[in-house]
């Protein structure tokens, strides 16, 4: 069984920063990609950014020049280093990873979740 887990989320105000992290754990895992989705009150959820190997990012255009995408493979885990948030960018943030592992073929797997607010 593939699990992740987030943390990093919380309130700051509009131009600050927050790094969210999310660990993979299971069974003899093989990643081939990680990232971050969101999903703001009333709306749908919405790809932010993934990252494939070491350099092979993505990023939705709002976010682009704001947040960085990278990972440590050596722990499975990926981070969302964001800045110069913004109040549209208050949303719960997913992490997700298409991996092989145990459980069998590549699948994709989602965490629970991690409340990002921003406001004065």
């Known amino acids: 069984q593939v699990q992740l887990v987030e943390s990093g989320g919380g309130l700051v105000q509009p131009g600050g920063s927050l790094r969210l992290s999310c660990a993979a754990s299971g069974s003899n895992l093989s990643i081939r990609q990680m990232g971050w989705h969101r999903q703001a009150p009333g709306k749908q959820r919405e790809l932010v950014a993934f990252?494939?190997?070491?350099?092979?990012?993505n990023y939705v255009d709002s976010v682009k020049g704001r947040f960085t995408i990278s990972i440590d493979y050596a722990k499975n885990t990926v981070y969302l280093q964001m800045n110069s948030l913004k109040p549209e960018d208050t949303a719960v943030y997913y992490c997700?990873?298409?991996?092989?592992?145990?459980?069998?073929?590549?699948?994709?797997?989602w965490g629970q979740g991690t409340q990002v607010t921003v406001s004065s």
């Open positions: 997700n990873c298409y991996a092989f592992s145990d459980s069998g073929p590549l699948r994709q797997y």
């Open positions: 990252i494939r190997g070491s350099e092979d990012t």
